[in-house]
């Protein structure tokens, strides 16, 4: 089997540092055709610095970065710099970027490369708020037959959550990017808070990942010890949540992972609940199914593949 193309939405962040590199350590499975960076996490200039900084860590500094959009479609952007530092990938001391940064915008880069590929063909994986899918999608329409899957971390049922009591912090940023790319039609695989609140960074996860020895495996340990602070203190678990590795790992081995093909429907108006995502996991309306919603993972499988795998960095 060719490797699975996909590309990269990103809004880097640690946990999606991690994502990015475990799929740059697997290419005989995954062709990244390039990173998308969104504002997120912290806003869209650094976004684009840290995925350079990813890549050149991964000694790949050939993956073309696109910047895109930098500021959710109908609202201000909100940041997580409480969660993820000040840079957004505080924690190992990594160099500034020298690859540059593409001069095509990240909108234009993912309309281009779903035209120029076979139909069906191409993934996309948001990790972030998914502003530069929605404005692709309403962009140019012909597009959305032509995606293979949308493997995306966002949302929450179960967990409800994080960056407000009912909202993910992915979908809160821009609850109007979720609803679009939610009713798009495009095949949807969703990790919410309830897969990735079960991967938990704990000590000896996490020393296993020092013990690599490598640049890579000594800067995710620092990565994963830096946020983890925020993580204990809001949530006493014994570790981080790694939630955008999820994705990736979910390319390279589906059967780590169980769920239902649901509807899942974004909140937009509320104030008090705005960008929950509120899944039919107990199929109570006749709302068709519109995604795989992603409920359990194999944590120990998980994290056997991410540390063979940041080995081969
Ligand atoms: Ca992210």
Known sequence: ????????????????????????ASPDEIEVL?????????PLPLTAKNARIVCELAGRPDVPVHAGCDAPIGRKL????????????????????????QEAHAVDFIIDTLRAQAPGTVTLCPLGPLTNIATAFTRAPDIVS??????LMGGAYFEVGNI???AEFNIYVDPEAA?????????????????????LVTKARNDAFRALRTPVGIAVAQMTDFFERFDKEKYGSEGAPLHDPCVTAYLLNPDLFSGRHINVAVETTSDLTLGMTVADWWRVTDRAPNALFIGDIDADGFFALLTERLARL
């Open 179 to 199: 609803d679009i790319v939610f009713k798009s039609g495009a095949p949807i695989v969703i990790m919410p808070l309830d897969v990735t609140h079960k991967a």
């Open 78 to 101: 909100v940041t997580a710099e409480h969660v993820h530092g000040k840079t957004g990938l505080d924690g190992p001391d990594l160099p500034d970027p020298v690859m540059p940064l």
């Open 146 to 151: 032509r995606v293979q899957e949308i493997v």
């Open 164 to 166: 407000t009591p009912a």
């Open 1 to 24: 089997m060719p490797p699975r193309k996909i590309i990269i939405d990103t809004d880097p962040g640690q946990d999606d540092a991690v994502a990015i590199l475990l799929a740059l």
């Open 34 to 42: 390039g990173i998308t960076a969104v504002a997120g996490n912290v």
